[in-house]
């Protein structure tokens, strides 16, 4: 659409009691090409007919019968809805005192009655076109283009009004982008926003091509589609007959993503995960309806993402319960509910633990011990993950004092980061530290930090990373091969050591990939003086490929699962039985 036509389909009003003048201008306009007039000479019925129609710019007369000009400015002003309406005055008088007082009351601007059809022409596309701009800014998301947050949650609720009268359906998907965080951490800005615009595209064609929407009639796609931030797209179908059609629409977007997106010549796969709430069953205003479409968005991204899910009780039990769970970490904290467990790291040639993976559990009171994986990520989104892990190194740094004084000599600790946690400033001051109160030597203390991470910001990693190397801690690289880095993006970082992702390990000994990509990553790494270590190591015949691939260190459950401290000194004594009680896992 060209501006012209998008001005020319902006609603115009006019109140002037005099109604031919209204005949006039009206006649004049639509001959200029505006074909959305609305004329009015009862000034009674202004206010409440301004507020249906919902003009662009009004054009309103102050002597009038009824109510005057001034008092209908007045009352739109006290609106909000209205505060902001363009409104320019017909005002026959030149005197300025009039006009001081209109332009006290807001008025936009003015047109000397009779009015001049140049200049009334000039007026309205001037104003039209500044409100025009305003309402990009305001209502439209600058990068994709698309409608924002607020302009979704107007649309939403003229809808749902309308709707009200019909008994029509009308449903909200709400659209995430899965491992969107770690995309962009791992590129930075730039390729994200291009990445955002990719999306939004094929959001757009998606809905474009749909049946659904194509048979709806004047549906415009760039209309429905919504960008509400981050990561998070919406579409609203306003025109569906049942509550299926919306899941046509739910799963044609998740097919649609199964092909990888082009940004600046690499190919990255999106998955999408979409929640969908439904008018009137699922709420009854468009807050709701997009809160419950939002958490049901968040069950799907939860349960693995890549597929689509309607508003359901399951939904919304979920998000209470993680609510909860966000409020219970809290109290977690200061009751010591949480413990460290050690998963052995093994050496693949003499068959000697040479390494503790330090691994973070939470016995919760209620719901007994609750996987980090869960906990974790809401420790980072409350702001508790810094105390967290600072306990966490702490235990870790006294726990291998402790083994050392026991005879467990040169074991390295490994103790895992998170984002919030590597990106403090003050986090090697804070490693430091607890260095010094625990005693522990810093030779025995690994910090792993995964791919994606390091990735996210090379300078601030690089920079961390030589502070620790020069204070004698190593620092491993977790979940190498998932984080969209290769070794080249690697090789400028001072690391010690890399650990090969499990997903690389299941696969071994038989599957050409899996072997094509662990002993290529083994031998590049080797060139560069990384240790390695491959972790998820379930059976012997993994075991044995990675030993035969040059693999240094081997932890996963085909030696040991996570154990206590008990069982891990044990464990460490028992070594030379290692291999007899792997074999009957
Ligand atoms: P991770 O660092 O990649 O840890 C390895 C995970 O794989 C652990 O899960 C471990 O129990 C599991 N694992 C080890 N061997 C095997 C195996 O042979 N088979 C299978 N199926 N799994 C195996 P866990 O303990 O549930 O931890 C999950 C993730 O939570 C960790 O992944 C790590 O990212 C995070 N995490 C755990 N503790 C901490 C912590 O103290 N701080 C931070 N920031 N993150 C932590
Ligand atoms: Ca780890
Ligand atoms: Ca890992």
Same mark, same amino acid.
């Given at each position: 659409?060209?501006?012209?036509?998008?001005?020319?389909?902006?609603?115009?009003?006019?109140? /002037?009691?005099?109604?031919?003048?209204?005949?006039?201008?009206?006649?004049?306009?639509?001959?200029?090409?505006?074909?959305?007039?609305?004329?009015?000479?009862?000034?009674?019925?202004?206010?409440?007919?301004?507020?249906?129609?919902?003009?662009?710019?009004?054009?309103?007369?102050?002597?009038?019968?009824?109510?005057?000009?001034?008092?209908?400015?007045?009352?739109?002003?006290?609106?909000?809805?209205?505060?902001?309406?363009?409104?320019?005055?017909?005002?026959?008088?030149?005197?300025?005192?009039?006009?001081?007082?209109?332009?006290?009351?807001?008025?936009?601007?003015?047109?000397?009655?009779?009015?001049?059809?140049?200049?009334?022409?000039?007026?309205?596309?001037?104003?039209?076109?500044?409100?025009?701009?305003?309402?990009?800014?305001?209502?439209?998301?600058?990068?994709?283009?698309?409608?924002?947050?607020?302009?979704?949650?107007?649309?939403?609720? =003229?809808?749902?009004?309308?709707?009200?009268?019909?008994?029509?359906?009308?449903?909200?998907?709400?659209?995430?982008?899965?491992?969107?965080?770690?995309?962009?951490?791992?590129?930075?800005?730039?390729?994200?926003?291009?990445?955002?615009?990719?999306?939004?595209?094929?959001?757009?064609?998606?809905?474009?091509?749909?049946?659904?929407?194509?048979?709806?009639?004047?549906?415009?796609?760039?209309?429905?589609?919504?960008?509400?931030?981050?990561?998070?797209?919406?579409?609203?179908?306003?025109?569906?007959?049942?509550?299926?059609?919306?899941?046509?629409?739910?799963?044609?977007?998740?097919?649609?993503?199964?092909?990888?997106?082009?940004?600046?010549?690499?190919?990255?796969?999106?998955?999408?995960?979409?929640?969908?709430?439904?008018?009137?069953?699922?709420?009854?205003?468009?807050?709701?309806?997009?809160?419950?479409?939002?958490?049901?968005?968040?069950?799907?991204?939860?349960?693995?993402?890549?597929?689509?899910?309607?508003?359901?009780?399951?939904? =919304?039990?979920?998000?209470?319960?993680?609510?909860?769970?966000?409020?219970?970490?809290?109290?977690?904290?200061?009751?010591?509910?949480?413990?460290?467990?050690?998963?052995?790291?093994? /050496?693949?040639?003499?068959?000697?633990?040479?390494?503790?993976?330090?691994?973070?559990?939470?016995?919760?009171?209620?719901?007994?011990?609750?996987?980090?994986?869960?906990?974790?990520?809401?420790?980072?989104? =409350?702001?508790?993950?810094?105390?967290?892990?600072?306990?966490?190194?702490?235990?870790?740094?006294?726990?291998?004092?402790?083994?050392?004084?026991?005879?467990?000599?040169?074991?390295?600790?490994?103790?895992?980061?998170?984002?919030?946690?590597?990106?403090?400033?003050?986090?090697?001051?804070?490693?430091?530290?607890?260095?010094?109160?625990?005693?522990?030597?810093?030779?025995?203390?690994?910090?792993?930090?995964?791919?994606?991470?390091?990735?996210?910001?090379?300078?601030?990693?690089?920079?961390?990373?030589?502070?620790?190397?020069?204070?004698?801690?190593?620092?491993?690289?977790?979940?190498?091969?998932?984080?969209?880095?290769?070794?080249?993006?690697?090789?400028?970082?001072?690391?010690?050591?890399?650990?090969?992702?499990?997903?690389?390990?299941?696969?071994?000994?038989?599957?050409?990939?899996?072997?094509?990509?662990?002993?290529?990553?083994?031998?590049?790494?080797?060139?560069?003086?990384?240790?390695?270590?491959?972790?998820?190591?379930?059976?012997?015949?993994?075991?044995?490929?990675?030993?035969?691939?040059?693999?240094?260190?081997?932890?996963?459950?085909?030696?040991?699962?996570?154990?206590?401290?008990?069982?891990?000194?044990?464990?460490?004594?028992?070594?030379?039985?290692?291999?007899?009680?792997?074999?009957?896992?």
């Amino acid at each position: 659409m060209t501006e012209v036509t998008t001005l020319h389909n902006s609603v115009i009003m006019m109140v /002037d009691d005099e109604s031919i003048m209204v005949e006039l201008i009206q006649m004049f306009l639509e001959e200029t090409g505006y074909k959305r007039f609305y004329g009015i000479s009862d000034s009674l019925e202004a206010i409440s007919e301004i507020h249906l129609r919902k003009p662009d710019i009004l054009l309103l007369d102050l002597v009038m019968p009824g109510i005057n000009g001034f008092e209908i400015l007045k009352q739109l002003r006290a609106h909000p809805q209205t505060a902001h309406l363009p409104v320019v005055v017909l005002t026959s008088s030149s005197d300025c005192e009039t006009k001081l007082k209109a332009l006290e009351l807001g008025a936009t601007d003015f047109l000397a009655k009779p009015v001049d059809q140049s200049e009334l022409a000039l007026r309205i596309r001037n104003t039209l076109t500044f409100k025009a701009y305003q309402d990009q800014l305001a209502y439209y998301d600058s990068l994709t283009g698309l409608p924002n947050r607020r302009l979704c949650l107007e649309r939403l609720n =003229n809808a749902i009004s309308r709707f009200q009268k019909v008994n029509g359906f009308l449903s909200v998907l709400n659209i995430r982008l899965g491992h969107f965080r770690k995309v962009a951490d791992t590129y930075g800005p730039e390729i994200s926003d291009a990445l955002l615009k990719e999306v939004s595209e094929r959001l757009l064609d998606c809905v474009r091509s749909s049946d659904i929407v194509s048979h709806g009639g004047d549906y415009d796609p760039s209309r429905i589609t919504a960008h509400l931030g981050g990561d998070e797209f919406s579409i609203l179908l306003t025109r569906i007959q049942n509550e299926n059609d919306a899941s046509y629409v739910g799963e044609r977007l998740v097919q649609s993503f199964d092909k990888p997106l082009c940004v600046e010549g690499r190919e990255i796969y999106m998955p999408l995960s979409v929640g969908i709430a439904v008018y009137p069953s699922d709420g009854d205003n468009a807050e709701i309806l997009l809160s419950r479409a939002s958490s049901t968005a968040d069950l799907v991204v939860d349960e693995g993402e890549n597929g689509f899910q309607f508003y359901s009780d399951e939904a =919304n039990t979920h998000l209470k319960e993680k609510m909860e769970l966000g409020q219970d970490l809290r109290k977690g904290l200061s009751n010591k509910e949480f413990y460290l467990v050690y998963q052995p790291q093994v /050496d693949a040639v003499s068959q000697k633990v040479k390494g503790a993976e330090a691994l973070l559990r939470w016995n919760h009171p209620s719901k007994g011990v609750v996987a980090p994986n869960v906990f974790i990520p809401l420790a980072e989104e =409350n702001g508790l993950m810094i105390e967290l892990g600072t306990r966490v190194l702490r235990e870790a740094c006294q726990q291998s004092v402790l083994w050392e004084k026991e005879g467990i000599e040169d074991l390295t600790v490994a103790v895992n980061v998170s984002g919030r946690q590597f990106k403090a400033d003050n986090f090697f001051d804070t490693v430091k530290r607890v260095i010094a109160e625990t005693g522990a030597a810093p030779s025995n203390i690994m910090i792993e930090i995964t791919e994606s991470l390091a990735m996210s910001d090379v300078h601030q990693a690089i920079a961390v990373l030589l502070q620790l190397r020069g204070f004698g801690i190593s620092v491993s690289v977790d979940d190498f091969g998932t984080g969209y880095s290769s070794l080249s993006y690697l090789k400028d970082f001072p690391i010690a050591e890399l650990k090969i992702d499990k997903a690389f390990v299941d696969g071994l000994p038989d599957n050409l990939g899996d072997q094509a990509i662990s002993s290529a990553i083994i031998s590049m790494a080797k060139k560069l003086g990384y240790k390695i270590v491959a972790e998820g190591v379930e059976n012997k015949q993994q075991a044995d490929y990675l030993s035969f691939v040059g693999c240094d260190l081997i932890q996963g459950y085909f030696y040991s699962k996570p154990l206590s401290v008990k069982e891990f000194s044990e464990f460490y004594f028992r070594e030379d039985t290692v291999l007899i009680q792997g074999a009957q896992l």
